[in-house]
């Protein structure tokens, strides 16, 4: 094996960590930071990542003009809330753009979405009476207004319908999704106190 010892690390040239009189100092400008950091941001945990970090930009400066530690404060503050802002428009914008991409199903999606319009229509054919026409001719690609003139309905009725039908196949598809094992969906209308 391998016979050799780990060297220590090389300590930096100048002073590794800020003294405790350089903390004092910062923290002092604590509050100010914090009423420029609110006026500025509303999200509670936004302004404490904000506060936090220029108060640590302020210890860890190098160069940093103790005379002038409020200036630089102030200024460092006003700088990471512009950058916060310009992120979240970034943000939004690369959100916007990203909902108008069309994104194609993959093979698992597709399985998924045959299987579960199967068992609607399957479940839409124990409907009852109106509900039932209504919601497989829906399935079919029927609007509202060519199912109430194919049945010689109202359009309040053939949406009153497609409601309560929609509502009965959500109610077993959520029963389902429970774990519960299927029951059909003329006692699910029963149970739900109305009937088709």
Not at 84 to 97: A, K, V
Not at 121 to 130: K, S, V
């Amino acid at each position: 094996m391998f016979d050799y010892e780990i060297a220590p690390p090389i300590a930096p040239e100048g002073p590794q960590r800020p003294d405790d009189r350089r903390w004092r100092l910062i923290l002092s400008y604590r509050d100010h930071v914090t009423r420029l950091v609110r006026n500025r941001l509303w999200n509670p945990q936004d302004i404490d990542d904000c506060v936090q970090e220029v108060l640590l930009r302020g210890v860890l400066f190098p160069r940093l003009d103790e005379d002038r530690v409020g200036e630089f404060l102030t200024t460092t503050t006003l700088r990471l809330c512009v950058d916060y802002y310009r992120d979240w428009d970034r943000q939004r914008r690369l959100r916007l753009r990203v909902a108008f991409i069309e994104r194609s199903a993959g093979p698992d999606e597709q399985i998924v979405e045959r299987d579960l319009g199967r068992w609607m229509i399957e479940r839409a054919g124990q409907l009852r009476g109106r509900e039932q026409q209504i919601m497989l001719a829906r399935a079919k690609g029927m609007t509202n207004r060519e199912i109430a003139d194919y049945f010689g309905l109202t359009a309040k009725a053939v949406e009153s319908a497609f409601t309560r039908g929609r509502a009965r196949l959500r109610m077993q598809f959520d029963h389902c999704m429970d774990g519960a094992p299927e029951e059909p969906v003329a006692a699910a209308a029963m149970s739900a106190g109305g009937l088709a």
